[in-house]
């Protein structure tokens, strides 16, 4: 049994355990699971049994599956608890995580819960929320161990011991001076084979890499994924270390990136929020934004079919084939988005060597063209007997494949370059960009290889 399998199994079991009242056997059942299973499984559970459930958690284990559920479930659970429930919870939720809960809930709750924190807790959670979101400054955690250059390995490991319990992470300690400045970085692993007596400067690396607590999220989550850390400084514009960014706060980040980057592929603007869970109005007001776009560029290539009028009256045959060839063009203009798109978030690609990719595109787009034209030249010519005709498809799909291709790889650039975000306004504009000026090179071809003047 796999993991996924595992997961359904419990939740299931856990629903028929609490819809028959036995909670000593509910309870029982998720001793053995670990939280971010039981956080998918009251996930998985009707809105009534949610609460039911968290509740039979021990406190210790309530604060770990708290932290895993989705914002919306923890909204949830928020108003079922009474508030002495809710402060045992939050309090004890680290930083970070608590931060990105108080973002999805309402600003009242997020005061009354605020002033029921316990005086270090409601600044530390403070500080991150007065950071901008998406920054760094938002999702690094203020537990962090410090240590000096002069201290020896001996007191170091001492300082540690009494410090790991209220640390994110004892895999990466940082050395400050008096000011709280980040003067180097130091693994446990060099920390715990160096001589009790050696002092902490001697075994330091110096050049830090760190970032600033206004730097975007998502550089934060490349800078970790390139040089495979473990977790990041974060300083202030005095380099004071105020705060780190572990791995698992990148995932996320990653996550939350990729998954925007997908629905604006779609057209579809997901506002953050998850949008299996959004109220379908909503869903249809981001929606129809794009859809709207769309409906006006098939306006437009309708006026563009309409004013070649003539030439499809005297070969009829020619508008079956309108719909293959502006598909065509569309699938092969969103594969040069996507390619184009990934590698900028990624920084494959270097906007200042747009060119180059946009001629790549380009070439790839008439190698396809060539391939795709070779096999509808012959598909038309079975279909309807005429040479001609099929040889005019052939040649649009070769041109226009290249032309979709070459507005896949260069509008992303384009806009990326002008401010606005690639993977949203990408799709429609490419959309437009074939599906007009397609249908318009397709019929000029066919007026000058037929000869229908």
């Known amino acids: 049994m796999d993991r996924r399998e595992l997961r359904e199994l419990v939740r299931s079991q856990l629903a028929a355990l609490l819809e028959q009242g036995n909670y000593p056997g509910a309870k029982a059942l998720l001793v053995p699971v670990q939280p971010a299973d039981i956080a998918e499984a009251i996930e998985g559970l009707p809105e009534t049994m949610q609460a039911l459930a968290f509740r039979l958690l021990s406190k210790n284990e309530a604060i770990e599956v708290y932290e895993n559920l989705d914002s919306a479930v923890q909204q949830s659970l928020v108003e079922e608890f009474k508030r002495q429930d809710v402060i045992d919870v939050v309090d004890k939720m680290s930083p970070d995580d608590r931060a990105r809960l108080f973002d999805e809930l309402p600003a009242k709750v997020v005061r009354q819960l605020l002033t029921q924190l316990s005086p270090q807790e409601r600044q530390s959670t403070a500080l991150l929320l007065g950071y901008e979101a998406g920054t760094a400054g938002r999702i690094m955690t203020p537990e962090y161990i410090a240590l000096k250059e002069n201290w ?5 490991l001492e300082y540690i011991r009494n410090r790991a319990d209220v640390s994110e992470t004892i895999y990466y300690l940082y050395v400050t001076d008096a000011a709280r400045r980040l003067t180097g970085i130091l693994s446990l692993r060099d920390l ?3 001589q009790p007596d050696q002092t902490i400067g001697d075994l330091m690396t110096r050049d830090a890499i760190s970032v600033q607590t206004d730097t975007d999220q998502e550089e934060v989550a490349h800078l970790i994924q390139r040089y495979d850390f473990l977790a990041v400084p974060v300083v ?5 270390l105020v705060g780190i960014v572990t791995v698992d706060d990148v995932i996320d980040v990653l996550e939350e990136e990729a998954t925007e980057d997908i629905y604006a592929l779609g057209g579809v603007q997901s506002g953050g929020e998850s949008y299996f869970q959004t109220n379908l109005l909503s869903v249809a007001r981001k929606r129809v934004l794009w859809l709207s776009i769309l409906l006006v560029t098939n306006t437009v290539t309708t006026a563009v079919i309409r004013s070649q009028q003539s030439i499809l009256e005297q070969v009829v045959v020619l508008a079956a084939f309108i719909p293959l060839l ?4 569309g699938n092969v203009g969103a594969q040069s988005s996507t390619v184009v798109i990934r590698g900028l978030n990624t920084k494959e690609i270097d906007p200042q060597k747009a060119m180059s990719v946009i001629q790549r595109e380009a070439t790839a787009g008439a190698f396809l063209g060539l391939m795709l034209g070779i096999v509808v030249t012959v598909w038309a010519y079975v279909l309807q007997g005429n040479l001609e005709v099929a040889i005019t498809v052939g040649i649009s799909l070769v041109a226009i494949s290249i032309l979709a291709s070459t507005a896949g790889g260069a509008l992303p650039i384009v806009f990326q370059n002008l401010g606005f975000d690639p993977a949203l306004m990408s799709a429609p504009f490419i959309t437009t960009v074939v599906d007009v000026l397609g249908v318009l090179l397709y019929l000029t ?4 290889i037929l000869d229908l003047g």
Request: glycine share 14%; net charge positive; no cysteine.
């Open 152 to 156: 020896t390995v001996f007191r170091a």
């Open 192 to 194: 715990v084979t160096g």
């Open 326 to 329: 502006i598909g065509s063009g």
């Open 445 to 448: 071809l066919a007026r000058y």
């Open 236 to 240: 202030d514009t005095e380099q004071r």
